[in-house]
């Protein structure tokens, strides 16, 4: 096969991302070819006029191509990657439980979203968090309780679809009781299948009036051998846990992430998707690997399970032909419902996630002084799923003309200054509970501006509960520590 050649079957369940903020070359063939979708991450959309520019040029090659981002708000943002989200975490708007509110939000960011001419969001998040030492869930999913992580899920979803969005449900069959980063190792949920199915099955009822689900690479054995994402146990689950009525698409988790990159490997991890029964294939971010190689591979690999007859030729059309049906519809979807321009667009999410932001946070006995302030942080745990952020406390304490520093850590902390602490995971992570435990014993006066669920905050006297450490929730509890008590 010449190395410009590319098959249509093949593209047509494959979700591609590419590098930089400039449509590549070999993009527009592969989209000339009948690629079905890309993704876009933060290293594309460094800010929204930037992310929308991008967006067009895809659409103008190939007009059904769907252009999908991974966008929650809160700590997982890419379209405000280079500010931090104007909206809050979805623990956030499950604290305040206000089903109404949720949806706002979910259509404020379904606006934000539109503006910018992006046709699927990989959200709501369904997982239930119930392991408070889940270093990849976390604040991102809406609670710890099935039945409140399946009413916030579907009001958020009602709001991206209000704006014109496709939604994901992710990550099936549920992400939320491991304490295994799956971007790095294969997670083990090892519940019996009824405690299993009682706490975080039960939420994806709801996926009937979705658009798409989103497998995850996690091993569940009271259900079957081998990753959700790659496995083909999951589809028939899926179809029973949405009482047989979902048609919608069946979307894999990157397949770059270590859980299977690993072993089986990338290229047989894609095959092994397409014979689960997924319909479009997520291959990852291509940040750390070369973008056109990463489509080419993923892309040979099928063409090469069909020449030995591994997999047929005749399904691979028929999937693409499916996957690219669905597809076709959302674009539709998105190309009907009229977009309000960008700017108004941001500021109604501006406004709409302070005000949800400043009902979620909580404190005890935590409040500023006038004075300088120290914020020590000790997350040091990689957070793969938002990506690298800067600190939101430090310039959320500026922003309200407070004089905040950070130490150059271990470094001396200056006596005379008010000292913040930020955490995530003190009872979980080692290194990050020694350093609180540390600073603490030096410093008892210290407030604790825990960014995590409330159950892995640390017992401690001062305390602001911020369900998240994104500008928006960093702000609200800011906006806390200065007005006392709430």
Not at 237 to 259: E, F, K
Not at 460 to 485: P, W
Request: charged fraction near 25%.
């Amino acid at each position: 096969m010449a190395e410009t050649t590319w098959d249509p079957d093949a593209l047509g369940v494959l979700m591609a991302p590419f590098t930089g903020t400039d449509l590549p070359d070999w993009v527009g063939e592969a989209l000339d070819a009948g690629l079905a979708s890309v993704i876009l991450f933060g290293h594309n959309t460094p800010d929204p006029p930037t992310a929308r520019r991008l967006a067009e040029a895809v659409h103008a090659r190939a007009a059904d191509c769907v252009v999908a981002i991974d966008e929650e708000g809160g700590d997982v943002t890419r379209i405000q990657s280079a500010t931090g989200s104007s909206l809050p975490t979805a623990w956030a708007l499950g604290e305040i439980d206000d089903t109404e509110l949720t949806r706002a939000v979910g259509s404020a960011l379904g606006d934000v979203l539109a503006a910018c001419d992006l046709d699927l969001d990989l959200a709501p998040v369904l997982d239930v968090s119930t392991d408070p030492a889940n270093p990849v869930i976390g604040t991102r999913a809406f609670g710890d309780d099935p039945d409140r992580v399946a009413a916030h899920a579907r009001a958020f979803a009602a709001g991206l679809v209000e704006a014109g969005l496709g939604t994901c449900a992710k990550h099936f069959p549920g992400h939320g009781a491991t304490a295994t980063d799956s971007h790095t190792a294969l997670p083990l949920i090892d519940l019996e299948a009824r405690q299993f199915e009682r706490e975080h099955l039960a939420p994806w009822g709801i996926v009937p009036w979705l658009d798409s689900v989103m497998t995850a690479h996690v091993l569940v054995p009271a259900h079957g051998e081998g990753p959700a994402s790659i496995s083909p146990w999951s589809r028939p689950l899926l179809d029973r846990a949405a009482g047989g009525r979902y048609r919608g698409l069946v979307i894999t988790d990157a397949l770059d992430m270590g859980a299977v990159a690993q072993d089986p490997g990338y290229g047989e991890a894609v095959v092994r998707a397409f014979e689960a029964d997924a319909d479009l294939l997520c291959l990852g971010t291509s940040i750390r690997r070369d973008d056109q190689q990463m489509l080419r591979e993923a892309h040979d690999a099928l063409l090469a399970a069909a020449a030995t007859g591994r997999i047929s030729r005749e399904s691979l059309r028929a999937r693409a032909e499916r996957t690219r049906g669905i597809l076709h519809t959302l674009r539709t979807r998105r190309r009907f419902v009229p977009a309000m321009p960008l700017a108004d667009a941001l500021r109604q999410a501006e406004q709409l996630g302070a005000e949800a932001a400043a009902r979620a946070v909580r404190t005890r006995r935590a409040a500023l002084e006038p004075g300088p302030v120290t914020v020590a942080d000790v997350r040091f745990r990689a957070q793969h799923a938002s990506g690298a952020r800067s600190q939101q406390l430090v310039h959320a304490l500026r922003e309200c003309g407070v004089q905040a520093q950070e130490p150059d850590y271990p470094g001396q902390i200056d006596p005379a200054s008010q000292l913040l602490i930020l955490p995530r995971l003190p009872r979980s992570d080692a290194e990050e509970g020694a350093r609180l435990a540390e600073l603490l014993a030096r410093r008892p006066d210290a407030i604790v501006v825990h960014t995590g669920v409330p159950d892995a905050a640390p017992d401690h006297r001062r305390l602001v509960l911020a369900h998240g450490g994104g500008r928006t929730m960093m702000r609200a509890a800011v906006a806390a520590l200065r007005g006392g008590e709430r």
